[in-house]
């Protein structure tokens, strides 16, 4: 029988961070240096080539082409027109959350806007670091609501708060959806959402205008 060690334990009491879950749609882009790619029969092509790397786009469990009809609300097409921007994101797998106009809650955002908020906030957000990382301009950035030791009452805390001031990534939008809660030691995220956060799938609140600030 093959020996296999046992996991290293990570520490419970360790940094969270909690960030708005913004009720959208998954995406994914990745960037990879033409050189090292190995092309598999079927696979789908990059959306765009920039430099010698290939910009691919997709969704939560496929890549996406920009001319089929399954494109996940434009999103792939968004990729193709901003592919130079976003080659500054590096090569790797970058992935975020699709929302808008037309998807999902859409945020009270104006016919046809959307954007695509980066998850990684210890790379991408503005107060990441004394010297932060760049994002491309065309790319937002999900919310840091509360970042600390781990607290099970200050997570109850910011999942109220973005209750009672509403949504973080379009302010004025009374209607979140919840937090997400990343445990940085452990590697684990874990969701809450507003309504009944107990049943399967929780429940949704029913829409509210959008308020002027």
Known sequence: MEFREFHK???????????EKIDGTNGVIGIEAEAEHVWTPGEVPPVATVDGFSIYAGSKSRWLDV???GDNFGFAKWVYAHAEELLALGPGMHYGEWWG???????GLPKGERRFSLFNV????DTAGAVPTVRPACCHVVPVV???????EMVDIALQALAISGSLASPGFMNPEGII?????????????LGDDGAKGGTQPQPQERTTQ
């Open 9 to 19: 334990i990570p520490r419970f009491s360790r940094e969270i961070i909690v960030t």
């Open 67 to 69: 001319w089929s009809k």
């Open 101 to 107: 106009y037309g998807i999902q809650r859409g945020y």
């Open 122 to 125: 210890s790379r991408w957000a």
């Open 146 to 152: 509360w970042r600390g030791r781990f607290d099970t």
């Open 181 to 193: 809660v990343f445990h940085t030691a452990g590697n684990l995220t874990f969701k809450k959402t």
